[in-house]
């Protein structure tokens, strides 16, 4: 089993920033692929970014190049979105999600999932 909790949500007026956290723990914690999804009310969720624990590879949402980075502290096991021009159509319920080895932008595809954070972009 794998814990996922994310944390740094909150509420930003568009164009400023937000730094979410994900701490995860359990066993072999580290040997998984961290992705990040979001989800707004009455949407699917979608993918948004991911990133590897042997080379740190990432991908990214073409909705969100440019403006969100994705990191992790593997001594720490903590993945980070720093999130740059928030727009109001970033505003979403955020995920971390965890997968063995590799990651997809396939939510269907992640064995592990946190809570979620609420995060608020108003115009």
């Known amino acids: 089993q794998v814990q996922l909790v994310e944390a740094g949500g909150g509420l930003v007026q568009a164009g400023g920033s937000l730094r979410l956290s994900c701490a995860a723990s359990?066993?072999?914690?580290?040997?998984?692929?961290m992705g990040w999804f979001h989800q707004a009310p009455g949407k699917e969720r979608k993918f948004v970014a991911a990133?590897?624990?042997?080379?740190?590879?990432?991908s990214y949402a073409d909705s969100v190049k440019g403006r969100f980075t994705i990191s992790r502290d593997n001594a720490k096991n903590t993945v980070y979105l720093q999130m740059n021009s928030l727009k109001p159509e970033d505003t979403a319920v955020y995920y971390c999600?965890?997968?063995?080895?590799?990651?997809?932008?396939?939510?269907?595809?992640?064995?592990?999932w946190g809570p979620g954070t609420q995060v608020t972009v108003s115009s």
């Open positions: 999600a965890a997968r063995f080895l590799t990651y997809t932008d396939d939510p269907e595809s992640y064995d592990y």
């Open positions: 359990g066993r072999t914690a580290s040997n998984y692929a």
């Open positions: 990133i590897v624990r042997g080379d740190s590879s990432t």
